[in-house]
């Protein structure tokens, strides 16, 4: 039997929904996500690591650590043959949404995270370690295909909006595979896809993430609309000619700016 659905057969563990319970069991899509985090000697936190088919390669290839939390007190417990077996892997029953990361490490020391994660809060994690981007030196995540597509999305496509911004004004950003329902247990019904976020050196363009969030919200808000609608409430009487100011079309939608503009636009916002 796999070792996935044996763990969990020992330990009474049947997937639930309502945590976005779906068990890698393909080995080889788990070895490719390994090998792309390259983790050796690193301090990597692991999300949702379930009964462990991904804390178990990670183990394997030498990280200094393996911190791994995880919400369910049944995988949890599901982990101990693996605590048994290494040293290095510390496990912590908690809400990924409520820790502090930057309790987890030394000061100075970067995180690694590598993660399968619950989808239903892919998004608010990511934007949660955003806002502490120092912290961490890589993420290799894997989300539903479409949340991915939106990270690495180039301006002018329709993934394009705030996610994207945000992600690559702080971050290199990577699509690296498609995996398809087939590689878990139990098999959702979308497609996953890996991606990998290297953080810049500093920020591409000057700005502050309490800037450009809120204001990538509001010119994003309603896709279709004119940018200079959605923004009368950053810009006032003066949005048609700041946007004309900075070369952008009175027509233009929020899709066709570029993360140097959005950066500019934010740095000027009144909200
Ligand atoms: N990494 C494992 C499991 C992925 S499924 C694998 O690839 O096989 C997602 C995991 O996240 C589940 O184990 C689920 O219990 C856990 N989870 C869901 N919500 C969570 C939260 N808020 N904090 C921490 N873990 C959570």
């Not at 702080?170 to 019904?189: R, S, Y």
């Not at 079309?249 to 993360?259: D, N, Y």
Request: charged share 25%; proline share 4%.
């Amino acid at each position: 039997m796999n070792y996935v659905k044996k763990i969990a057969a020992d330990y009474n563990i049947i997937p639930t929904k309502k945590l976005g319970q779906n068990f890698l069991i393909d080995e080889s899509v788990v070895a490719n996500i390994v090998f792309m985090a390259n983790v050796s000697d690193a301090t990597v936190l692991e999300i949702g690591p379930g009964v462990g088919s991904l804390t178990r390669e990670l183990l394997k290839a030498g990280p200094k650590k393996v911190i791994a939390i995880e919400f369910d007190k049944n995988c949890i417990t599901g982990l101990e043959l693996l605590k048994n077996q290494y040293l290095n892997l510390e496990t912590i029953n908690a809400d990924a949404l409520k820790i502090q990361e930057e309790d987890l490490v030394a000061a100075n020391e970067k995180i690694k995270v590598v993660a399968n994660l619950p989808y239903n809060i892919g998004t608010a994690l990511l934007i949660k370690w955003l806002k502490k981007i120092n912290l961490f030196s890589s993420f290799t995540l894997m989300l539903q295909k479409e949340v991915v597509d939106r990270i690495v999305a180039n301006k002018s496509t329709s993934a394009y909006g705030g996610l994207s911004v945000i992600c690559q004004w702080l971050c290199c950003t990577e699509k690296l595979f498609d995996i398809p329902g087939e590689a878990f247990w139990p098999a959702p019904k979308v497609t996953s896809s890996v991606v990998n976020l290297i953080p810049h050196s500093k920020p591409l363009y000057d700005c502050t993430l309490e800037k450009l969030e809120p204001f990538l919200k509001m010119a994003f808000a309603q896709k279709r609309k004119m940018l200079r609608n959605n923004l009368k409430l950053a810009f006032r009487e003066e949005v048609s000619k700041i946007l004309e100011e900075y070369g952008i079309l009175p027509t233009a939608r929020a899709e066709e700016l570029s993360i140097d503009q959005f950066c500019k636009l934010a740095n000027l916002s009144y909200k």
